[in-house]
Nanobody, 126 residues
Framework: VQLVESGGGLVQPGGSLRLSCAAS????????MSWLRQAPGKGLEWVSDITRASAGRNYEDSVKGRFIIFRDNEKNTVDLQMNDLKPEDTALYYCARVRPERIGMDYDVPDRYDYWGQGIQVTVRE
């Protein structure tokens, strides 16, 4: 199993970035996928979830209306479109695969996820 994030970088407040996660080594369409982040000096924070066929998408309150999660089960990718970025969005962003038996677990619990990408930095500043 491999998850590889791309698309991070430096952006000014109010700008946009699109993160992408390429998955391989498993049947992608069988799994919920998530994006999480960790800001400097802070704990892990769940950002967004998407169900297997994109019927359900959930967002952490601070990103609702600004971030959109997408998946393409043909290309085995899960993307996070981030708009109106704020300095507080600065963090290392991870995509992660949700353990099927732990879908109902609290989002922020690391054990809810069994595979993680290496993380990609998003920095929002003037």
């Amino acid at each position: 199993v491999q998850l590889v994030e791309s698309g991070g970088g430096l952006v000014q407040p109010g700008g946009s970035l699109r993160l992408s996660c390429a998955a391989s080594g498993f049947t992608f369409s069988n799994y919920y996928m998530s994006w999480l982040r960790q800001a400097p000096g802070k704990g892990l924070e769940w950002v967004s979830d998407i169900t297997r066929a994109s019927a359900g998408r959930n967002y952490e309150d601070s990103v609702k209306g600004r971030f959109i999660i997408f998946r393409d089960n043909e290309k085995n990718t899960v993307d996070l479109q981030m708009n109106d970025l704020k300095p507080e969005d600065t963090a290392l962003y991870y995509c992660a695969r949700v353990r099927p038996e732990r879908i109902g677990m609290d989002y922020d619990v690391p054990d809810r996820y069994d595979y993680w990408g290496q993380g990609i930095q998003v920095t929002v500043r003037e």
